[in-house]
């Protein structure tokens, strides 16, 4: 999205990647269909952004929701709001609006450079703290930025009045984003939060007998709150799934932000789930409390409760059998089931990352204070956002709020 719109507005631009081909967390962010926005109201938008609202809020203006949809129909895909409120291009794939992107990009004069790895090293001459300078490899002009790649056929120099960063999080490193650069920026003084995994799952200390009857079963119509010290969050409803290790899926993915702090603040968190959302715990201890008869306790709660399956796996996972005899503990348990988590699956195996440089050390257009012409955008930057569009759309506007910014530098250093 820098790329592009730079280059309309008329400057030579190269685009580096260190893998094969472009576009490759892309593709993957649209295996599971191409999710790329989010048609809620807009104040509930940014509010997904969370701490990072505020200094996102200008940046996401500047492509909206609304106008996301907007360029994807110029690209030639038109666009739906699912049952969700999720925004998708109408064959859910990513890979012919990636065909389209690149086909348009080259049109405009954009330079792919495939196989080139940044080694982390930027040279600066005087260009950079003030002299004019104008578009890219002009003749006769000394450019403020040295910059050195490894490729196939050894290191590359390459020189440019302007830089952007679009280097990605941690999460999926066999895409590219390796979180390489922290170390590299950090080096050179640039402020960068360490890299943590965000949309992920966490591990739980299953019992074996649980493990192997219900690993990779999904749990439906369910509530999820995280235990903080302010008290318990909102309950949201969706689903989740376990796992070998734990629990993931959307539902979590929504919360991780606030179960990763609260393990790192304690050691570990506790989230409750809400077996029967769609019940009072009065209504639940009036079945709880029905005459059974000769059935057996499980029969019971699928019978009243609808509680089977990986549900009812959970509450004999959970609830200690003394709880059992007790209704009023039963049924409290069911409504309010404690389930410790003990840590973050790895970023490696996270949708996306926490974490990067802070927007304390860029101006508003996204430029690095005292690194004149040096931007960043995308993941690298310093947020996080749940599943649902909010991901891509933020990352397409850092993308078009850096491009501009690169484009009044250059106009001011003519």
């Known amino acids: 999205m820098a790329a592009e719109t730079i280059a309309q507005a008329g400057f030579a631009v190269d685009l580096f990647d260190a893998m094969p081909s472009v ?41 909206r929701p609304e106008a996301l949809r907007a360029w994807t129909h110029a690209l030639g895909f038109e666009t739906f709001v699912g049952t969700s409120g999720r925004v998708f291009p109408t064959d859910m794939k990513a890979a012919p609006m990636l065909r389209a992107w690149l086909h348009r990009l080259r049109e405009l004069g954009v330079r792919f450079h495939m196989r080139h790895r940044w080694t982390g090293a930027f040279e600066t001459t005087d260009a950079a ?11 006769g002009r000394p450019s403020p930025f040295a910059l050195r790649f490894q490729t196939p056929d050894g290191e590359r120099p390459f020189t440019a009045d302007a830089v952007v960063l679009a280097l990605g999080g941690g999460s999926w490193p ?52 995280v235990v903080t010290a302010q008290g318990t969050t909102p309950m949201r409803q969706g689903e989740c799934v376990v796992t070998e290790t734990g629990i ?91 389930l410790r988590v003990e840590r ?23 430029m690095l204070r005292g690194r004149a012409g040096l931007f960043c955008a995308g993941e690298m930057l310093d947020w996080e956002a749940p599943t649902g569009g909010y991901l891509l759309t933020a990352c397409f506007a850092s993308g078009r709020v850096a491009g501009r910014g690169v484009v009044a530098y250059l106009g001011e250093t003519r």
């Open 248 to 338: 993931e899926g959307s539902l979590v993915y929504a919360l991780s932000s606030v179960i990763r702090e609260t393990i790192h603040e304690h050691g570990h968190a506790t989230i409750v789930l809400d077996l029967a959302p769609g019940l009072s715990e009065a209504r639940v201890l009036d079945e709880v409390r029905h005459p059974r008869g000769s059935r057996s306790m499980s029969s019971h709660l699928r019978s009243r409760l609808g509680i089977a399956g990986v549900k009812a796996g959970l509450v004999y996972e959970c609830v200690a059998k003394a709880d059992f005899n007790d209704p009023a503990r039963l049924a409290a348990a069911i409504k309010r089931l404690p």
């Open 23 to 63: 576009g490759r967390k892309f593709l993957m962010a649209g295996k599971g269909g191409m999710n790329l926005t989010h048609a809620e109201p807009y104040e509930a938008f940014l509010s997904r952004y969370g701490a990072r609202r505020d200094a996102l809020a200008p940046i996401v203006e500047c492509m």
């Open 174 to 225: 066999r895409l590219g984003s390796d979180g390489a650069w922290v170390a590299w920026l950090r080096a050179a003084g640039i402020d960068v939060e360490q890299l943590q995994p965000a949309n992920c799952g966490f591990d739980v200390a299953w019992s074996e007998h649980f493990r192997t009857r219900h690993a990779g079963d999904f749990i439906k119509s369910v509530s999820l709150g």
């Open 129 to 139: 703290r003030g002299s004019a300078t104008a578009g890219t490899h002009d003749a």
């Open 344 to 366: 973050a699956r790895p970023i490696e195996e996270a949708i996306s990352s926490a974490g990067g440089v802070r927007f304390e050390s860029l101006d508003e257009r996204l």
